[in-house]
């Protein structure tokens, strides 16, 4: 039986498509190939490995993700209607560490952070009273060259018993594993990007830390709902959540593979997104394998992720291999049943995700396909606008039924391309090349709302 590492590296076959010049009216025998870029692209997908994002995932400390779970443990209840007074219990106290925490890091790198609370007024609406209940996020921003493109990363600080009593906000509810693993991570992360980047990147990155994840998503929803209002473009909306068991109930042990879940379609936003965080496993953390999981979350459960994908932006969720249903949303998610050496590997695949799109140009909008009059239909014209920062672009070509992209065209500073290939039988995207060499997420053609003319 193959291995959970061989199922998640799919063997992808050779292409059987020419690659041609961008140049429209060129032809190029498939010996020819290399000569024009249409070269395969293997397990890496194009990215090329950074030194200094790769110095950056080394800094990231399991210890000092253990010492955060143990501090977010220590507060009894996390519950989002739990105690906001008291300095040693419930919500309220955990929010203000927090804060304190992210503070003390921003002061470290000269004030690199921007630390804010981020409350709404929300109802929620699972409670049979309905009650309105103050949910607030703590965020720590990143600010980069474009302060209106930003990349988000988060985990929820609340927790539950909610398989005894899904409103019960006095009793102990630990939530070391869902989602104290996930918080750690990203704060962890927040530090080791202020310290290695603390005049950021190219795009703006946010570490999220949200409430109301329990009570149905409502910190996330409603951040989500801020940036759209507040007119950024959200590169991609990703969530660590239950990310430190690695023993299931049975005995099997699982601490070298991720699971990371995207939903449909196939040619939207959040699908390559998924491709880019499959790529970046493999050329910054070879060692540990990426389960791709095309399905929006695990069946029946939803995560923070989800209202940035139903705004139509990128959006992944990270989350253990084995989950162990005895130990989420009971008294029995102890930090002993958390792996904190595992809890860095999904850290660093995070870091690797978020610092590869960080540093790269934004992806091309407006890409357009039309039908070529000129070869009777047969081929298709790619346009899109110029890139500011894009040094290059490149063309990446997939069949249907391939989970990754299988061929990249270099074209240049061109903004048009003739593909060598028929589109009706297969998908084609464009992205971005800075010159540092970091990729775009690709905008794909034809898109998930494609009408054909």
């Not at 804060?99 to 002061?107: D, H, I, K, T």
């Not at 005894?164 to 530090?191: I, N, Y």
Request: glycine share 10%.
């Amino acid at each position: 039986m193959p291995s959970i590492r061989q199922l998640s590296r799919v063997a992808l076959g050779a292409l059987a498509l020419a690659a041609c010049a961008s140049r429209p009216g060129a032809t190029v025998t498939p010996a020819a190939e290399a000569t024009v870029g249409g070269l395969p692209l293997g397990g890496g997908g194009g990215l090329q490995r950074d030194a200094a994002l790769a110095a950056l995932l080394a800094e990231v400390d399991p210890a000092r993700i253990r010492r955060t779970d143990s501090t977010l443990v220590a507060f009894g209840t996390r519950h989002t209607m739990s105690d906001t007074v008291s300095a040693t219990r419930g919500i309220g106290a955990a929010r203000r560490w927090i804060f304190a925490e992210l503070s003390r890091v921003a002061g470290e790198c000269g004030g690199c952070l921007r630390v804010e609370y981020d409350p709404a007024m929300i109802t929620v609406t699972r409670h049979p009273d309905k009650p309105s209940v103050n949910v607030v996020n703590v965020l720590a921003w990143l600010p980069g060259r474009d302060t209106s493109r930003v990349i988000v990363l988060g985990g929820h600080y609340d927790s539950c018993v909610c398989n005894v009593d899904r409103f019960d906000a006095t009793s102990d509810a630990p939530g070391a594993d869902d989602d104290g693993s996930g918080t750690s991570a990203v704060m962890e992360l927040a530090r080791v990007f202020a310290k290695r980047y603390p005049h950021g990147l190219d795009a703006t990155i946010v570490f999220a830390i949200y409430a109301g994840e329990e009570q149905g998503l409502l910190g996330s929803t409603h951040f989500a709902d801020r940036l759209h209002a507040q007119g950024y473009r959200v590169v991609a909306g990703m969530t660590d959540d239950i990310d430190g068991n690695v023993i299931a109930d049975d005995g099997t042990v699982d601490s070298t593979s991720i699971r990371a879940f995207a939903g449909d379609p196939d040619n939207g936003p959040s699908r390559e997104l998924l491709r880019h965080v499959w790529t970046a496993g493999e050329v910054y953390q070879p060692e540990v394998a990426v389960l791709p999981v095309f399905r929006l979350d695990r069946i029946q459960r939803g995560g923070d992720h989800i209202p940035f994908h139903n705004k139509g932006d990128a959006a992944v969720r990270f989350t253990e291999r084995l989950e162990n249903y005895k130990r989420q949303h009971l008294p029995t998610d102890t930090l002993g049943a958390v792996s904190f050496g595992y809890v860095a590997k999904v850290a660093r695949l995070n870091a690797a995700t978020v610092g590869t799109l960080a540093a790269a140009p934004a992806t091309p909008d407006s890409t357009t396909a039309r039908r070529d009059a000129a070869s009777g239909g047969q081929r298709w014209r790619l346009t899109w606008r110029r890139v500011a920062g894009a040094a290059s672009y490149e063309v990446l070509i997939r069949r249907t039924t391939s989970p990754r992209w299988e061929r990249a065209i270099a074209v240049g500073s061109d903004t048009t391309m003739l593909l060598p290939v028929q589109l009706d039988d297969a998908y084609a995207g464009v992205r971005s090349v800075g010159a540092n060499g970091h990729r775009s997420l690709a905008a794909v053609v034809p898109a998930a709302a494609f009408v054909s003319r």
